[in-house]
């Protein structure tokens, strides 16, 4: 069985739905470290002018660490009016926004309380969305020692996962440059790395842009999305 962690970002982009969409289990790992100025809070969209960066301005006490799963959303909720607005302005026209928008303006209009939250609520209407059928869970739900550190954490959420191998991504989301190869060999995991190479695909406005959030994709192909992940 495959199984690939990634923490919970905001608004993915595609290469997070393709690691996903080439598993058995992924599992989101929002007991991972929260890590300013990363995808956690934000993502970028396209818009007339070239992309654009939706921040969440999330409270971070920076002295000391804190897991995503419990980093807090704004109590005041304008910049998730902002984020609505965003995706109105630069997708109203696209072929298939009507289709997909109300799931974000309910989204939008009443968040949830945790940045993990939130993150994951739109994994799992993408993932729907985009027809990808692989299982997903989050590493709370594992008694996991959080002690442990890089690989052996990795390795004892897969076996919680009862997978015998680990797909290791390598997006522009970050990659698992601490991949301590020799240790998934004496645990009897299999490592594979992800290949993934960015499609091209319809898109409103100028030259075609890469990396975007997956809404991108969605909001352009509809359900046509998932033979471009």
């Given at each position: 069985m495959i199984v690939s962690i990634h923490q919970p970002n905001y608004l993915p982009y595609i290469g997070f739905f393709s690691k996903m969409k080439q598993s058995?289990?992924?599992v989101i790992m929002d007991i991972a470290q929260y890590v300013r100025r990363d995808f956690h809070n934000r993502n970028r969209i396209k818009t007339p002018n070239g992309p654009m960066w939706l921040t969440i301005p999330v409270k971070h006490n920076r002295s000391f660490k804190q897991r995503i799963c419990d980093i807090k959303l704004p109590e005041d909720r304008e910049w998730a009016k902002k984020h609505w607005v965003a995706l109105q302005r630069n997708y109203a026209k696209t072929e298939f926004f009507e289709q997909y928008s109300p799931f974000f303006k309910e989204l939008f209009e009443n968040p949830p309380g945790t940045l993990s939250e939130l993150n994951e609520k739109i994994i799992l209407y993408l993932t729907e969305a985009f027809g990808i059928k692989t299982k997903v869970v989050r590493s709370s739900q594992f008694q996991v020692d959080e002690n442990l550190k890089a690989t052996d954490l990795l390795i004892n959420i897969i076996k919680k996962a009862e997978g015998d191998t680990y797909l290791s991504g390598k997006g522009r989301e970050g990659h698992d440059h601490y991949i301590e190869e020799d240790k998934f060999e004496k645990a009897g995991i299999k490592l594979k790395f992800q290949e993934f190479n960015h499609p091209v695909y319809r898109q409103k406005f100028q030259?075609?842009?890469?990396?975007?959030?997956?809404?991108?994709?969605l909001f352009n192909e509809g359900e046509n999305s998932v033979n471009f992940i």
């Open positions: 058995d289990v992924f030259d075609f842009l890469p990396n975007m959030a997956a809404v991108d994709l």
